[in-house]
């Protein structure tokens, strides 16, 4: 079962920035929080991932609670090719071999409008 | 640099028919994966391949599902007999090592109707 709960739906302006939270309470120490994107009719897109610290990259930041029990992904200037289903998964395993994976809930379905 | 290849992009068959669907990972990359994902759901894995030997098949099917990865690149999944509830869109995914640390590239995947 997915260890992480997000809000089924969001809408956002165009130009505007997107915050999708995500809920993972029971998140172990040593797992990973990550982030794909599912444009309709297409395989998922990686966008970021992270364990403790806030992460950034060309497309996103990921800000993860001091507790870890709860992360917010950010698009600071979402556009219309953004409107996607965003999936918050937790990485279950915990060796350092190939038992780890990602076990996927239902993500949340945004919309950017114009 | 070329993505993951999928093929058919569209499969109708009748169930108790059979049907196998082929990936083609990116170039280098040793690790495979094969995702099922049911109309509104997140994709749920089915297998992964490091190389050609597998690694978690903990979720496949095994009656009816099987997988096999040759000389550790392509791979291809099949499904005999196919039933109502095996109607999915099937994923491949790459990565160069395990899940764990890196990113995985996704195909567009195979939209199966069993009818």
């Known amino acids: 079962d997915a260890k992480t709960t997000q809000p089924t739906s969001m809408d956002c302006a165009e130009g505007r920035a997107a915050n999708l939270p995500c809920n993972h309470s029971?998140?172990?120490?040593?797992?990973?929080v990550y982030w794909y994107r599912q444009i309709h009719s297409q395989g998922p897109q990686y966008i970021i991932h992270?364990?403790?610290?806030?992460e950034t990259n060309e497309m996103a930041s990921l800000i993860i609670t001091e507790d870890r029990k709860s992360s917010t992904l950010i698009l600071p200037h979402a556009t219309l090719r953004d409107t996607a289903v965003y999936y918050c998964?937790?990485?279950?395993?915990?060796?350092?071999?190939?038992?780890?994976?990602?076990?996927w809930g239902l993500g949340t379905s945004l919309a950017v409008n114009p | 640099e070329a993505g993951v290849a999928q093929s058919p992009r569209y499969k109708i068959i009748e169930k108790r028919q059979s049907v196998a669907f082929w990936c083609n990972p990116i170039?280098?990359?040793?690790?495979l994966y094969w995702y099922q994902q049911i109309l509104g759901q997140g994709p749920k894995l089915l297998i992964q391949?490091?190389?050609?030997?597998?690694?978690?098949d903990s979720q496949l099917p095994k009656d009816r599902f099987s997988a096999e990865r040759l000389k550790g690149v392509d791979s291809t999944l099949k499904i005999q007999p196919a039933k109502l509830e095996d109607s999915a869109v099937y994923l491949c995914?790459?990565?160069?090592?395990?899940?764990?640390?890196?990113?995985?590239?996704f195909g567009q995947g195979t939209r199966l109707t069993v009818v």
């Open positions: 170039s280098g990359h040793a690790t």
């Open positions: 391949f490091q190389n050609n030997g597998v690694v978690d």
């Open positions: 995914a790459s990565s160069t090592r395990g899940v764990g640390n890196t990113e995985a590239f």
């Open positions: 998964i937790v990485r279950v395993g915990f060796n350092a071999g190939n038992n780890r994976k990602l076990i």
């Open positions: 992270g364990l403790k610290n806030n």
């Open positions: 029971t998140i172990s120490g040593n797992e990973y």
